[in-house]
């Protein structure tokens, strides 16, 4: 299989030079040339295996240069019991009837992150050496809380690569800061960014296409990547579970023969939902993607118009994972829907860049409001959600995760439709403990109390653990102390980097 950039102008490549670089060099996405379907044999094999069999299968349908055994290597270095706390790997809860949810946050960081950033360091690694890549990868992230965090967990320690994480100094909850500051490992730096998500992504994207940086790293025998999710290698991984999910979903007796279900997935920078749109062209039977923000509703507006406008104010949620303006996936998508056509794409993002702003044409407007349905919520409602959830069914869901099934409490409401859906549930409760708290506990029980002593009340008074990952937090040592201004990024890496 081949990989192509969705603006056209970088020429082909393999999985592993699209893996190793990350982003195309014409600053497009790269995407792979088609969509494989999985086969009757696939199917019929599925309803047996594991999550990391059916891994296997799906991976190597996109990674046709890397041999069975090194694709096993990576699938099962990563998705192991050392790593994540359910042998389910992406375990289905079933709630109640009508209320599936599929829990993504039982790796290390307790973000669905973990999916894809515990591979990826295997899936890079593994690429580099096959385009005999000699080089030092520094792979640079942009990070909103969560990628932040699962990224330096995948990548600490491993030879031949370098990790530099920049999150927005006021846009991450205090668990996550605490997690990435906390982060141990020879070869990991953090800094903090003044400004918010968006300024550090575009930061990030701006050092990527910008020659002197490639340059200087070069002359040094380094060369950048990417761990956010314009990497293939991050997005791959997360087409895994929504199979998976649809298996599960079949053995349990939810669906029969070819029943259709629907997704329902708490948005941000389009990678999650995007991954299910791919789920679906393998031929899982996908009705609707139902596409949930928060107060950041610009998905909501560009799938109810055509319209997509970021000019708007930057809203800072209770669910600031999805507090985002540009959903880069959305390229991707783009580039698809429109039977591959990197002009088209390519004038729309340059019209991003340069106004904030692009409308699409009509066919693709009505493509994407076939397959996508979208609403949002807001703070209030979020609150509302995680404690009728709690009250009702004894279920205690993050902040991102409520957004969701709000949005598809409209959903079920304004279509009437039955479908099965499953909600997918991207972060552990106590990620967004605070606001979890302030849901489901009296305020007198949280009075006095920091981030960190709430989450030992949560526990108490639910009767649910803290994860690993986010148990005694505040205990450890702060080992980064960086902070920059969005237009000092480039010489902060530099300075990382000893250059
Ligand atoms: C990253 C993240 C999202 C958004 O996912 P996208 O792939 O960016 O759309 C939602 N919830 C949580 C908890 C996240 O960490």
């Given at each position: ?117 515990q591979i990826l360091p295997h899936l890079l690694t593994t690429s580099a050496a096959k385009i005999e890549e000699k ?271 709000k949005v598809y409490e409209r959903y079920a409401e304004e279509t009437g439709d039955e479908t099965p859906a499953v ?77």
């Amino acid at each position: 299989m081949k990989y192509h950039s969705t603006r056209g102008r970088q020429s082909v490549s393999s999985a592993a030079e699209a893996i190793t670089r990350g982003l195309a060099s014409d600053g497009g996405l790269f995407v792979p040339d088609r969509i494989p379907r999985l086969s009757e044999e696939d199917w019929a094999a599925m309803e047996n295996e594991t999550y990391q069999e059916r891994a296997c299968r799906i991976l190597a349908y996109y990674l046709d240069d890397f041999s069975s055994e090194e694709i096993r290597d990576c699938v099962y270095g990563a998705y192991n019991d050392n790593q994540f706390d359910d042998p389910r790997i992406a375990p289905l809860v079933f709630v109640k009837e009508n209320l599936v949810i599929q829990e993504l946050w039982h790796g290390p960081t307790c973000a669905f992150k973990d999916m894809a950033l515990q591979i990826l360091p295997h899936l890079l690694t593994t690429s580099a050496a096959k385009i005999e890549e000699k080089s030092e990868i520094v792979i640079l992230v942009a990070t909103s809380g969560d990628t932040g965090k699962a990224a330096l967990e995948g990548f600490k320690d491993v030879p031949g690569t370098r990790i530099i994480v920049f999150f927005p100094e006021d846009g991450v909850s205090e668990v996550q800061k605490r997690q990435m500051l906390t982060q141990e490992g020879e070869n990991v730096h953090v800094a903090a960014v003044y400004g918010n998500f968006d300024d550090a992504q575009t930061g990030v994207k701006s050092i990527f296409s910008n020659s002197s940086y490639t340059e200087i790293l070069g002359k040094n025998q380094m060369k950048m990547s990417s761990a956010n999710s314009i990497n293939w290698g991050r997005l791959l991984p997360q087409i895994v579970y929504y199979v998976s999910a649809y298996m599960d979903l079949k053995a349990e007796g939810t669906l029969k023969g070819n029943d259709p279900m629907n997704i329902v997935v708490p948005t941000g920078n389009f990678g999650n939902i995007l991954a299910a749109f791919y789920a679906r062209q393998m031929g899982v039977p996908i009705q609707k993607l139902i596409c949930a923000s928060n107060a950041n509703n610009v998905l909501t507006d560009f799938i109810h118009s055509g319209v997509y406008d970021r000019n708007r104010n930057f809203a800072k949620t209770i669910s600031p994972s999805m507090d985002i303006l540009i959903s880069s996936n959305l390229e991707r998508l783009l580039y698809e829907l429109t039977g591959h056509d990197d002009k088209k794409v390519s004038g729309w993002m340059e019209a991003l860049n340069q106004d904030g702003r692009y409308e699409v044409d009509e066919a693709t407007k009505q493509q994407i409001q076939n397959l996508f349905w979208a609403d949002f919520a807001d703070d209030e409602k979020t609150i509302e959600m995680i404690q009728q959830t709690w009250a009702e069914d004894h279920y205690l869901m993050d902040t991102h995760t409520a957004v969701a099934r709000k949005v598809y409490e409209r959903y079920a409401e304004e279509t009437g439709d039955e479908t099965p859906a499953v909600i997918v549930s991207t972060a552990s409760p106590y990620k967004f403990g605070n606001s979890v708290a302030q849901a489901v506990l009296s305020t007198e029980r949280l009075e006095g109390r920091n981030e960190f002593e709430v989450l030992t009340v949560l526990s108490e008074q639910t009767g649910t653990t803290i994860p690993v990952g986010i148990r005694d937090l505040e205990k450890r040592p702060i080992l980064h102390h960086t902070k920059t201004a969005k237009e000092e990024m480039g010489q902060t890496i530099l300075d990382f980097l000893g250059l």
